[in-house]
């Protein structure tokens, strides 16, 4: 009896592959038979998480995750990374390219000036600094530990810089770890070099073991230094500066027609005035200790101990700021302020000509984001925008154009839709639903092993592997299963049956654009001989036209 219940099991097995196959031929040619519709407004496809290309009104994208992402703007911008902050992320518009990697300590950009030359940099923080250019003065070269020159870096015209002796120390006293005191101490003794000498306008100077001894000049400066011994900086109308131990420091600084003057003993005790009595200022064992007031622009300072407890009001720029640190805190800086009770509540407001923003932080877990704009609205989100998230569990957000989005889980501790969320959170997304302003919605379960979009004339499903299915405008053209070993695809080619993974072409014809549809039906079939329609036709279950044209419905599921 049992090889008889398998010979029985294997019948039926062939014969569910056989109803399958007639079925699916059935499908393809009942769907190439239809006239098709417009394709939807966004074009979106995807395959599990690891692949999305979409085009949104702000946006075109492609994905690779987590190896590529691309967006490209409409006005001509691009942005695109690869596994970042590792390995890079780049920035694109008409005049300018920007690229970083190794979390910001590696980058370049090329950039074009406004009479045309093109200008390279390229820079591995501290190590090699690269520059070209079609203009001799923005060429550049330097290579850690022997040293070469930057050319307009560190608001300075040239730098040059040779002989970096700290580097010995790695060879000398090879570090245990990285995160070492001593081996902070020996990046630091890496950087000095043993002699430098740099150009701003008019002013060159000269450093030995650069920032211990240094002197310069201009025909309205003057600088010299041995630290930390003495220093002074001179410059015509603007400061005369002394420095004598490091500890013991002098400034008078012209503001005006007043000198701003100051003595002090750092960090015990000191004092800054002014000579018309405007201004007037103390500190003791600084930072902690410090107060004082200038009546020019309206200002008072308190800071008794730093950074607990800071009080400040200024008129001329607006400030307004109390600060009781751990337990309350507001301040106020033109348009932007920033309030907060304890640790676990915070909130920030911004007002600009275009939009005010408020956001709010709960024990660094809950967030509400809102954003409202003025006339006229934003062009994508309208009139408001609103974004919720309790962290790591789940984020929402939405507009008054219509958008709407829905992530759970939510575990990046910042937000970058266009970025880092688009890149790497359909990684841990256990639910996800998205709605367009153009109608369009879009659902995933489980790390996008279902997913799916719809709208008013088009639904596409996809199960990875094992089932995809797309309609549009009341026509299938698309089905398959098990990795295509079955299915079909309708595209503007024409139509292919896939039976065992070999592809069969069986219409020429392809979908119909905008254009043919509104005209002539590309689609229509005429056939002498139907018979072979007919069986075709009851094997879909469906009642044959009878005119040779083969015009009923492709929904068969």
């Excluded at 101990?305 to 033109?334: A, E, T």
């Excluded at 879009?442 to 092993?449: D, H, I, K, Q, V």
């Amino acid at each position: 009896m049992r090889p008889a219940r398998e010979s029985g099991a294997r019948r039926q097995g062939g014969i569910c592959i056989v109803l399958a196959v007639c079925a699916l031929v059935a499908l393809a040619w009942t769907a190439a038979a239809t006239p098709a519709a417009a394709e939807p407004a966004s074009r979106h496809d995807w395959f599990w998480m690891l692949y999305e290309t979409d085009s949104l009104e702000k946006y075109n994208s492609v994905v690779y995750r987590p190896f590529f992402l691309k967006n490209r703007y409409a006005d001509g911008k691009e942005f695109e990374g690869s596994l970042m902050p590792l390995v890079y992320w780049r920035y694109t518009n008409d005049h300018k390219t920007e690229w970083k990697s190794l979390f910001g300590f590696a980058g370049a950009s090329d950039y074009f000036h406004s009479n045309g030359v093109e200008d390279y940099d390229l820079g591995i923080f501290p190590l090699l600094f690269y520059g070209d250019s079609g203009e001799g003065r923005d060429r550049y070269f330097m290579l850690l530990p022997f040293g070469g020159t930057v050319k307009g870096k560190l608001a300075q015209d040239r730098i040059s810089a040779y002989a970096f002796p700290g580097f010995l120390l790695f060879f000398i006293y090879p570090p245990s770890t990285i995160l070492s005191l001593a081996t902070g101490l020996m990046i630091m003794a890496s950087l000095i070099p043993a002699y430098a000498d740099y150009e701003a306008g008019d002013y060159r100077a000269r450093a030995v073991f650069w920032p211990l001894v240094q002197w310069g000049s201009s025909p309205t400066r003057e600088d010299f230094r041995i630290l930390p011994l003495y220093a002074h900086n001179y410059k015509k109308g603007a400061y005369d500066n002394y420095s004598y131990l490091f500890f013991f420091n002098e400034q008078n600084v012209r503001v005006g027609s007043d000198t701003q003057r100051t003595l002090f003993a750092m960090p015990i005790i000191g004092r800054r005035w002014s000579d018309s009595g405007e201004s007037n200022a103390s500190t003791l064992l600084w930072p902690f200790f410090s107060w004082g007031f200038n009546r020019k622009s309206g200002d008072f300072e308190l800071n008794f101990p730093w950074p607990l407890v800071m009080i400040q009001d200024s008129m001329n720029p607006s400030i307004y700021k109390r600060i009781f640190f751990p337990f309350y805190g507001k301040y106020v800086h033109k348009e932007k302020e920033t309030f907060f009770v304890s640790p676990l509540y915070f909130t920030l407001k911004h007002t600009t000509e275009s939009f005010s923003s408020e956001y709010y932080i709960n024990a660094l877990i809950v967030w509400y984001f809102k954003r409202d704009y003025m006339k006229p609205p934003d062009k994508y989100h309208g009139a408001s925008w609103r974004f919720f998230k309790i962290w790591p569990l789940f984020q929402y957000e939405y507009d008054s154009a219509g958008n709407i989005a829905f992530n759970m889980l939510s575990i990046l501790p910042f937000r970058d839709p266009e970025g880092y969320e688009l890149m790497y959170q359909p990684f841990w997304t256990l639910f996800e639903y998205r709605r367009l302003k153009s109608g369009e919605k879009r659902l995933g379960l489980l790390l996008r092993t279902y997913y799916q979009r719809w709208g008013e004339d088009f639904l596409h499903i996809k199960v990875p592997i094992l089932f995809s299915f797309r309609e549009e405008g009341s026509v299938v053209t698309e089905f398959s299963l098990l990795a295509s070993m079955f299915g079909y695809e309708r595209t503007r080619e024409g139509t292919v049956l896939n039976l065992f993974w070999i592809p069969v072409k069986i219409n020429s014809d392809g979908i119909a654009t905008a254009g043919e549809a509104a005209g002539a039906d590309p689609f229509s079939i005429s056939h002498n001989d139907d018979s072979d329609y007919r069986a075709l036709a009851m094997l879909a279950g469906r009642e044959f036209p009878g005119d040779g044209s083969l015009r009923w419905s492709a929904r068969l599921f």
